[in-house]
T-cell receptor, first 114, second 110 residues
Framework: DTGVSQDPRHKITKRGQNVTFRCDPI?????LYWYRQTLGQGPEFLTY??????LEKSRLLSDRFSAERPKGSFSTLEIQRTEQGDSAMYLC???WGPGNQPQHFGDGTRLSIL | SQQGEEDPQALSIQEGENATMNCSYK?????LQWYRQNSGRGLVHLIL?????REKHSGRLRVTLDTSKKSSSLLITASRAADTASYFC??????????FGKGTLLTVNP
């Protein structure tokens, strides 16, 4: 299967700890997106890369959050000093082209903060 | 903030019946997309309809778009138990960022 892959699928950690998630997009896709989804809500946009350049960050992405996409391939999302409110599903998606293309999502990483 | 709002929030039907979900949005869009999400899984892309299109079909799915009313509908015909999922509309105003509604939870009873 050559879909979007996310790791880990689940992460349980104590408040105050740092966590890092990884996303491997579909190989030929130049665009990569991170979204966050809480229970009963639709996904909310966090950030977007075109190749290795991070082109937009949502106001939801506080200074405790950082995302990278070195070499324009896989991406990592790090949350420092986690808080209870960070508990959510973190979804990664990728797409090809300049726009008007569907985004293909991974199965997400579910983060639970104790 | 939520750009698209799906209606109804929940829908329960019998297998074989048709299911219709609606989406309303607030600002001009480049395209509107429908996604399906099974519990605990990621989103699966169903259909993308561009702002200059009025209707698209894919298998048992039919999507309409009315830009004058800022609304869209998703019709699933001859529903199956496997169609049970949450369905989201997402609007694209920027050619990259999708804004999702809260979704419609569809239950298809065998």
């Amino acid at each position: 299967d050559t879909g979007v892959s996310q790791d880990p699928r689940h992460k349980i950690t104590k408040r105050g700890q740092n966590v890092t998630f990884r996303c491997d997009p579909i190989s030929e896709h130049n665009r990569l997106y991170w979204y966050r989804q809480t229970l009963g809500q639709g996904p909310e946009f966090l950030t977007y890369f075109q190749n290795e350049a991070q082109l937009e960050k949502s106001r939801l992405l506080s200074d405790r959050f950082s995302a990278e996409r070195p070499k324009g391939s896989f991406s990592t999302l790090e949350i420092q000093r986690t808080e209870q409110g960070d508990s959510a599903m973190y979804l990664c998606a990728s797409s090809w082209g300049p726009g008007n293309q569907p985004q293909h999502f991974g199965d997400g990483t579910r983060l639970s903060i104790l | 903030s939520q750009q698209g709002e799906e209606d109804p929030q929940a829908l329960s039907i019998q297998e074989g019946e048709n299911a219709t979900m609606n989406c309303s949005y607030k600002t001009s869009i480049n395209n509107l997309q429908w996604y399906r999400q099974n519990s605990g899984r990621g989103l699966v892309h169903l259909i993308l309809i561009r702002s200059n299109e009025r209707e698209k079909h894919s298998g048992r799915l039919r999507v309409t778009l009315d830009t004058s009313k800022k609304s869209s509908s998703l019709l699933i015909t001859a529903s199956r138990a496997a169609d049970t999922a949450s369905y989201f509309c997402a609007t694209d105003v920027s050619n990259y960022k999708l804004t999702f509604g809260k979704g419609t939870l569809l239950t298809v009873n065998p």
